[in-house]
């Protein structure tokens, strides 16, 4: 087998031209081997398939050799005797050694290039699989394309090559999961290129699952083009429906040494369809992609089912990153050099983001840095925007109030104060966030503490925007003084109740001024509020008389409240006062006996300091 300089020309129009002599093979072993090669979707040459009738067999020839990236030739009893074969393997030698060599010098130079020995091998099958496996790699056929900018992910390379162990026996199935925009896809497709040759054309990468399987026959066709990645082209023509694809994958599955990759999967159906119930042929790796932890937790106790998730790019491949897309380089410019640092961490060093926001801003002027630099501290980059969105689409409405929640409020904090108001409100939340962390939406940290990534919470925190970008009176969830003072203090909001905004949280520790004073009617206008948190200012008349559901109450740090008697706390369920040097903890216990009812947590430190 040789190459020629063809194999790195985009134009060549043949990947293998066979050379060989008709009457000795042509309905034997080179037949046998067109086929394979053919059937694992490699272009072939061969005279009788490609030469047209009236041509000059030689003028179709040469072009052909010229033409091609590998060449074959099968060297049998009467190969030298025929003058068409001697010319090809003149020409084959011209295009690979670029040497203008006659035949007998042809002949030697091709004889000094290892070869396979038919009689060596038990039969024709032997030999031609590893002549496929041959030509695949150096073809490189089934490779993805892949980022010319990798950086940071050697490590997780090398970590995801030893859960798969492809020179060990037995099943394993490796699951990569992490959020949206990650880098999941570009390792699958690295750990795919690195390995898939081993596989020969029992290899197969499904890209976009999730979306492709939403189609009108999606997941039918992704059942079609396995099959024919694999070599079983034929078998697909009469798959008209899943039940009879997966059946038929599971058929060719049963004896076939595979690896496979299913990109992008969000829920176990489709992979149960997409490679049937069968049992695998020892040595098969199955690899997924996924943002949803829970897929693949099914019951095959015959193999091993591994997860890896997905790490956060470090600072400094962060900056690298950005650097080559955005100036070529691994590092920027001196006079760029706070800029980069700057859009590395608003980022939150989210490798898509990099890539996108990079590309954007390719050798573009600093005032165009700063202006992305300041849209990114308020929202996501558009696409990056819709990356995430799958996820959150795909929440129930109840999950998608809980991780609203979160980026608004909680990010920091312990999860059981939430958790008791979201049982309260009818929201779920345990299986709500055990959803969120399968999905790779939030993590529960040390301490019981909610985590979610830069970019999440910005996302959440733009959600909520979207929903009347010019008027947060109209929005769910209000976390910014200035946003609240201008909710409460405009004259069309003192006019009218107020059914939007569900959680308010302010804290004015930012002004240079901290007088603030908030008439209690400006609160209570807010009839669906549930969550009310309140820092560093002064409330003035009857607190919170008039919010029926409100679960949950924070004040603190030197927070005044004046003509409180009515408080109204029928339906909370937490209390938190911190802080409050103007009550003692008897007043405070007092006025929840006057209430009576029973508040599940309450915390308040009052002169007295913390409770038991």
């Known amino acids: ?95 690979t050694f670029k040497s203008e060599d006659a035949w007998r010098e042809a002949l030697m130079k091709v004889g000094a290039i290892k070869g396979w020995e038919v009689k060596k091998y038990k039969g024709h099958g032997e030999l031609i699989k590893l002549v496929l496996e041959e030509v695949m790699k150096k073809l490189k056929t ?27 026996g037995g099943v ?39 979306v492709k399987s939403s189609r009108i026959n999606g997941l039918v066709d992704l059942q079609k083009k396995l099959l024919s990645e694999i070599g079983h082209r034929a078998g697909t023509r009469s798959i008209d429906e899943i039940d009879y694809g997966a059946k038929s994958i599971g058929e060719a599955l049963c004896n076939k040494k595979v690896f496979i990759v299913f990109d992008d999967v969000d829920n176990n159906e489709q992979v149960e369809k ?7 042929y020892s040595g098969s790796r199955i690899f997924i992609t996924t943002r949803n932890k829970d897929v693949l ?90 990356k995430l969105k799958i996820s959150y689409d795909a929440l129930t409405s109840e999950q998608q109030q809980i991780f609203l929640d979160i980026a608004c409020f909680f990010i920091g904090e312990d999860k059981m104060n939430a958790i008791y108001m979201w049982k309260d409100c009818e929201f779920f939340p345990n299986t709500g966030l055990d959803v969120l962390i399968s999905m790779s939406l939030i993590k529960i940290v040390e301490n019981n503490k909610f985590w979610m990534h830069d970019q999440l919470r910005d996302f959440g925190r733009e959600i909520v925007r979207q929903e009347n970008p010019t008027n947060p009176n109209e929005q769910s969830r209000i976390w910014n003084w200035e946003e609240f003072l201008e909710a409460t203090r405009t004259n069309k909001s003192h006019l009218q109740m107020n059914q939007k905004v569900q959680a308010l949280s ?19 206008r807010f009839e669906h509020l549930r969550f009310l948190k309140l820092a560093r200012l002064t409330i003035v008349a009857n607190a919170t008389n008039h919010l029926p559901r409100l679960r949950w109450i924070s004040l603190s740090h030197t927070a005044r409240i004046y003509k409180w008697t009515n408080m109204y706390l029928k339906n909370v369920v937490i209390l938190e006062f911190s802080k409050l040097g103007y009550i003692d903890d008897s007043r405070l216990e007092n006025i929840i006996k006057e209430q009576e009812i029973d508040i599940a947590p309450v915390s308040y430190g009052g002169l007295g300091g913390y409770p038991n």
């Open 142 to 168: 089934k490779h993805r394309l892949v980022t010319e900018h990798f950086v940071g992910m050697d490590d997780q390379v090398e970590e995801i090559s030893k859960l798969l162990d492809i020179n060990t």
């Open 506 to 524: 302010v804290d004015i520790s930012s002004r240079s001024s901290r007088d603030v004073i908030i008439q209690s009617k400006e609160i209570e």
């Open 297 to 386: 937790r099914i019951n095959r106790p015959n193999y091993q089912i591994l997860d890896y998730e997905m790490k956060m790019m470090s600072i400094d491949h962060a900056l690298e990153l950005l650097g080559r897309h955005a100036f070529d380089r691994d590092s920027p410019p001196d006079d760029y050099k706070d800029l980069v640092r700057q859009i590395v961490y608003a980022t939150g060093r989210l490798p898509l983001a990099l890539e996108l926001i990079g590309s954007f801003l390719y050798h573009k002027p600093q005032d165009s840095w700063k202006e992305t630099l300041d849209k990114l501290r308020r929202a996501p980059h558009e696409d990056i925007f819709g």
């Open 1 to 95: 087998m040789a190459s020629s300089d063809a194999g790195t020309s985009l134009g060549s129009k043949y990947e293998v031209f066979l050379s060989f002599r008709g009457p000795d093979t042509r309905a034997g072993f080179t037949d046998f081997l067109f086929h394979s090669l053919t059937d694992a979707g490699i272009c072939v040459f061969r005279d009788d398939e490609e030469l047209r009738v009236g041509e000059k067999i030689d003028e179709s020839l040469l072009q052909a050799i010229d033409n091609s990236k590998i060449y074959i030739p099968i060297f049998s009893r009467t190969y030298a005797t025929s003058k068409w074969c001697l010319r090809e393997l003149t020409q084959i030698v011209a295009s």
């Open 274 to 280: 997409l490679v049937g119930k069968t049992t695998f």
């Open 172 to 210: 394993r199935l490796v699951k990569i999961y992490g959020m949206g925009g990650s880098g999941k896809t570009t390792l699958a497709k690295v750990v795919f290129n690195l390995f898939s040759s081993c596989f020969g054309k029992c290899c197969c990468f499904l890209e976009d699952v999730r």
